[in-house]
């Protein structure tokens, strides 16, 4: 098995961390710049940063505080949020991140992805993918866009495989029935995506406990495993959740 990879979120609205239940009842999470900081300090693998009101408000993600984050974080740094041209992913990896993640963009847009993997290398594009399952296609889920305030009737695993096609070195898979319930990740999406594709895919929304991360990489086939609520409020730290993993004999960078 692969080395698996830690990955706190900071869902940044109005320059603040914020975390809600399947993207509603937002609460403040703290500072963005403070949070990366501590992650990075705590041994996290990689952190995500999302501009969650970008697209909604039609702006561009806050490149301002992108900088300032990049300036305190020395791990690797996806940001992602209102992002819909090769042009803003430049000035975005101009700016300290290594990847640059987009969804509604590449929905209205998939040649994007095909345009970014040519220009930065596949490595610096990740397809974030919001999949919310279907009521009336059992086992079946559909692609969300605009910070899951917009269904479509895109089949979510056709989608991330056409994705991988087109460019994307990367999915970050997020369920939002799962999102924020600390219920555990949808494993049933996340194992149904990583067989559609040979790319890593991070697994998103769901943590509650550690239990979960384990189930998400060995029940989901998940490459590496996001999570915020359950380090931002205090319940873990990055460290617990490595020596937790590895004991279980998951391989972990310590």
């Not at 999302?50 to 301002?64: G, N």
């Not at 600390?182 to 040979?198: F, H, M, P, Q, S």
Request: aromatic share 6%.
């Amino acid at each position: 098995m692969l080395t698996r990879r830690i990955i706190p979120c900071l869902d940044v609205k109005d320059n603040r961390v914020v975390k809600g239940v399947n993207f509603l009842n937002l609460r403040d999470a703290g500072d963005p710049v403070e949070l990366g900081a501590r992650y990075s300090d705590e041994g996290a693998d990689e952190l995500v940063f999302l501009d969650i009101t970008a697209t909604i408000r039609s702006r561009k993600t806050i490149v301002e505080l992108v900088e300032k984050v990049a300036e305190n974080v020395f791990i690797p740094f996806t940001v992602g949020g209102g992002i819909s041209t090769v042009e803003q992913m430049d000035t975005l990896l101009r700016s300290g991140a290594e990847k640059v993640s987009v969804n509604t963009a590449a929905v209205e847009n998939p040649d994007l992805l095909a345009e970014a993997a040519k220009r930065f290398g596949n490595q610096c594009v990740v397809l974030a993918i919001d999949a919310r399952r279907s009521k009336d296609r059992p086992g079946k889920w559909h692609v969300t866009v605009k910070a899951g305030t917009e269904p479509t009737d895109i089949d979510a695993v056709e989608w991330a495989a056409r994705g991988e096609q087109l460019g994307a070195g990367e999915i970050l898979l997020t369920s939002m029935d799962a999102d924020g319930t600390k219920a555990g990740y949808d494993n049933e999406l996340n194992k149904a995506i990583t067989d559609a594709v040979n790319i890593p895919v991070i697994a998103s929304g769901g943590a509650g406990k550690l239990d979960h991360l384990y189930d998400a990489i060995v029940d989901g086939n998940a490459d590496a495993v996001l999570m915020a609520s359950i380090t931002h409020f205090g319940n873990y730290n990055i460290r617990q959740m490595k020596e937790y993993l590895r004991d279980r004999g998951i391989p972990m960078n310590l």
